[in-house]
């Protein structure tokens, strides 16, 4: 058998080998240099450019980043294909592919004054390029935003004390806020009180488990409703009472400004993303050591077939399905959203880049390698019933480690896995629709209409992430809706990796573009592929035209099946038209050697 420490070392390896070699050669590659001004520092205005220490801005970076899905993407494919094809995509994808996807647009947009991918890309092609990339990012939010709080949902729902320390959290990161800027208290002990008081709050949750509506939960579960009028999702009317909630936390936390909540909640959040992912990799080791070693076997099928099947209600194919399955903790073009939409408005040097960038994305494959391994040790894997009851072996799994590794007990240890996904979920969610209400307000520029300044209120931009959101989420069917966020995601990723192709190629004519473009080529058609089969084949011809609806075809089921049909078809029609306005700009450059100054504005010689 397998030992779980092996997948572990491996990783462990291969990350190191990267940070310590590839990034270096990145980094000197597009020339980082402390003595340039950082758009935090040249725009400050205590709102969005605020230039933060970088504890805190990795912190805030790789609670952003490291979300649900680095944990939800690669225990679904685990169960669904083995352990090894989750495994590998992870190890070799993640230095390679999204290590390098995320230093380059954290780059790129600190060199054009912390403006998005879509700002960058309207430089070079255009101001229809930028439109139109500002537009897929739009969309491909409102998925993030829907699939995020289902999840949320589901974890609540299986962990109601993880639902309690959340609501302790949260709480104390709007009290770290003012302490931090509105008292201008010291840092140091302030972070020790109040990420104690975080972790305290995982004992409150285990204490008064929080429930909205009657059912099966702990003794001592508070339950706060009577009943609800919505009906079920995955079996449950508490999901499904949940997901609003979650929704409406989303909107809420998007428009507060960054110090009130999101960069607070983020640096906290970061504390149990650290304990959560090193204290388990740590278990491991130990319980290796100690000689528990054997309590630590895989359990899951090395490769269970190229159809997989095992949590999904239809059989899915490997490929190209496993490479949108497992979105972040590879390669994820969310992370360009956070990268070019707030942390680079927070840089307070260019040589954090390498840490924040490269180093955060290499965190978050930690994390993906964390949730392989909870799910592959732990004995009751599900072998169906849906995404419902695989979610809750982060938790179950994660708490049988840190039992065996450190000898916590299981009915602490499990909530506390729980809190560490809640935590990063919540903090996702709401940076989504944050990075939505930019989209949008780039989209708008000036307002010069009375429905222009409609469009770019913050709190009418957020309602029109949520809402569809919820029309998305509502039917539950995670089975189409996980694949199709995963797609958008990584195609997204694909026109990241080709707006940084671009950049380079107009910054020098003698810049490699391998490292970027060959990535970029291999996602592009990977998630063309997908986005197509989703669409045209499981929910357009199994749906609409065989009738084979799993919940005999309600409503909101054909109303959601229809919406992914018509985002996934106008997303693969705005990334191939990208696609071929940035490659034609990259001819364009490198056949006339235009080039761009210190990877900023045009040079006079270009003209």
């Not at 994390?367 to 391994?373: C, D, G, M, R």
């Amino acid at each position: 058998m397998v030992q779980a420490i092996t997948l572990v070392v491996l990783t462990l390896v291969s990350f190191t080998v990267a940070y310590l070699g590839y990034s270096r050669y990145l980094s000197q590659f597009v020339d980082l240099d402390d003595d340039r001004e950082t758009p935090a520092h040249k725009y400050q205005d205590g709102q969005e450019y605020v230039p933060s220490k970088k504890p805190v801005l990795l912190g805030h970076h790789y609670s952003s980043i490291a979300g649900g899905a680095p944990i939800v993407g690669p225990i679904t494919a685990t169960v669904v294909w083995g352990w090894v094809p989750a495994f590998l995509w992870v190890a070799i994808g993640n230095p390679l592919f999204g290590s390098v996807h995320d230093f380059m647009a954290l780059t790129s947009s600190m060199r054009h004054e912390g403006k998005s991918i879509g700002y960058i890309i309207g430089e070079y092609v255009g101001e229809r390029g930028k439109d139109m990339i500002l537009w897929f990012a739009f969309l491909t939010i409102i998925l993030v935003v829907a699939v995020f709080g289902l999840v949320i949902a589901v974890v609540f729902n299986a962990y109601p004390q993880a639902a309690t320390a959340s609501l302790v959290y949260i709480a104390l990161a709007l009290v770290f806020g003012v302490y931090l800027y509105q008292l201008d208290l010291p840092f140091l002990p302030g972070t020790v009180a109040f990420v104690a008081a975080v972790f305290a709050g995982v004992w409150v949750g285990v204490q008064y488990p929080l429930a909205l509506v009657p059912g099966d939960y702990p003794a001592g579960t508070i339950v706060l409703l009577s009943g609800s009028p919505l009906p079920p999702v995955l079996g449950s009317v508490n999901i499904a009472t949940w997901i609003p909630v979650v929704l409406v936390y989303g909107f809420v936390a998007s428009v507060l400004p960054v110090w009130v909540l999101l960069q607070p909640r983020d640096f906290l959040t970061s504390s149990l993303l650290y304990a959560g992912v090193g204290g388990t990799l740590l278990a491991v080791i130990v319980g290796t050591v100690t000689g528990a070693g054997q309590q630590l076997t895989v359990n899951v099928p090395a490769y269970a077939g190229f159809w997989g099947g095992a949590l999904v209600e239809t059989t899915l194919p490997l490929f190209p399905l496993l490479f949108v399955t497992i979105a972040c903790g590879t390669i994820s073009g969310f992370h360009s959203l956070v990268s070019s939409g707030t942390t680079a408005k927070q840089l307070d040097k260019e040589t954090d880049a390498r840490t924040i960038g490269y180093g955060g994305m290499l965190g978050e494959g930690l994390l993906a390698t964390v949730a392989i391994v909870t799910v592959a040790v732990y004995a009751e894997v599900p072998t169906g019933g849906g995404i419902g009851l695989a979610l809750p072996n982060f938790a179950s799994g994660g708490g049988l480690i840190l039992n065996i590794g450190f000898g916590i007990p299981e009915s602490l240890a499990a909530p506390f896995m729980g809190l560490v996904l809640v935590s990063f979920l919540l903090t996702s969610t709401d940076t989504a629709v944050r990075l939505g209400r930019y989209m949008v307000e780039e989209l708008v520029g000036t307002p010069e209409t009375q429905v222009q300044e409609v469009a770019a209120n913050r709190y009418v931009n957020a309602s029109l992430q949520v809402i569809p959101a919820y029309v998305l989420v509502a039917s539950g069917r995670w089975a189409d809706l996980w694949p199709l966020f995963g797609g958008a995601n990584q195609t997204l990723a694909a026109l990241a990796l080709l707006v940084a192709t671009i950049w380079l190629a107009n910054w020098d004519d003698q810049k490699q573009l391998i490292s970027t473009g060959a990535p970029m080529a291999f996602m592009l058609v990977i998630t063309t592929i997908a986005l197509l089969y989703l669409s045209l084949y499981q929910n357009l011809y199994q749906k609409f035209v065989l009738g084979n609806w799993a919940d005999g075809g309600t409503t909101i089921a054909m109303a959601s099946a229809a919406v992914q049909i018509v985002i996934a078809l106008v997303l693969i029609w705005l990334a191939l038209s990208l696609a071929y306005m940035g490659i034609s700009n990259i001819r364009k450059a490198r056949g006339t050697g235009a080039a761009v100054a210190d990877g900023g504005e045009p040079t006079d010689d270009d003209d």
